[in-house]
């Protein structure tokens, strides 16, 4: 079976630029993750969706950071302005369930360089 | 809310060598315990994960973890690595009741030098 697809696999911008990333989850995976793994550091969630709505987005910087999954499967997450900070890799992840015990699958991944 | 220690952020071992990877964790509540396998340029995937029944737990590519709950571990290791075991390995857990929400550590860097 095909796995999460992610592009673009690298971009690189400067401060207060924009940016887009884009996810396609397993077919069939009602739900859907993103993550930001910054260098040295865990993967850590900014928003989980459950087919087209949200169920967790507690650690997304709302101010400039937004998502969505409009018909409840490929997702999009912008940044808008990027900040020095923003730069790590996002990963995006879905599984079949969105219960606490079910497995993962992520994609590889887009890793983001604000300069 | 639940948080992961990886006591580790580099191993380095020589082929054939057994390897153990340490983690702790701490939570309030009953908690799942994931190990997750990232290789160069691919993204992360499950290695095994601990739910309920023995404590200790197989996984694929010959590790196991087991899990301690007086000590709150969740320790992987592995009797004889091969080099294409190197990898980045992370922990995380995940409460037993709600949503899913995988609190990962931050990461255990493993080389194997032939």
């Known amino acids: 079976e095909a796995g999460v697809a992610q592009s673009p696999r690298y971009k690189i911008i400067e401060k207060r630029q924009s940016v887009a990333f884009w996810c396609n989850p397993i077919?069939?995976?009602?739900?859907l993750y993103w993550y930001q793994q910054i260098l040295g550091q865990g993967p850590k969630l900014l928003i989980q969706?459950?087919?087209?709505?949200?169920?967790?987005d507690s650690q997304l910087p709302k101010d400039r950071f937004s998502a969505e999954r409009l018909k409840g499967v490929d997702s999009t997450l912008k940044i808008q302005p990027a900040k020095l900070e923003d730069s790590a890799v996002y990963l995006c992840?879905?599984?079949?369930?969105?219960?606490?015990?079910?497995?993962?699958?992520f994609g590889s991944g887009t890793q983001l360089s604000v300069l | 809310a639940q948080s992961v220690t990886q006591l580790d952020s580099q191993v380095p071992v020589f082929e054939e060598a057994p390897v153990e990877l340490r983690c702790n964790y701490s939570?309030?509540?009953?908690?799942?315990l994931f190990w997750y396998v990232q290789y160069p340029n691919q993204g992360l995937q499950l290695l095994l994960k601990?739910?309920?029944?023995?404590?200790l737990v197989k996984g694929i590519n010959g590790f196991e973890a087991e899990f301690n709950k007086s000590q709150t571990s969740f320790h992987l290791r592995k009797p004889s690595v091969h080099i294409s075991d190197t990898a980045e390995y992370f922990c995380?857990?995940?409460?037993?009741?709600?949503?899913?929400?995988?609190?990962f550590g931050q990461g255990t860097r493993l080389t194997i030098n032939p």
């Open positions: 077919s069939g995976h009602a739900t």
């Open positions: 992840a879905s599984s079949s369930r969105p219960a606490s015990n079910e497995k993962l699958f």
């Open positions: 601990y739910l309920s029944g023995s404590t």
């Open positions: 969706f459950q087919n087209n709505g949200v169920v967790d």
């Open positions: 939570s309030s509540v009953s908690v799942y």
């Open positions: 995380a857990v995940s409460r037993v009741q709600g949503a899913q929400k995988l609190v």
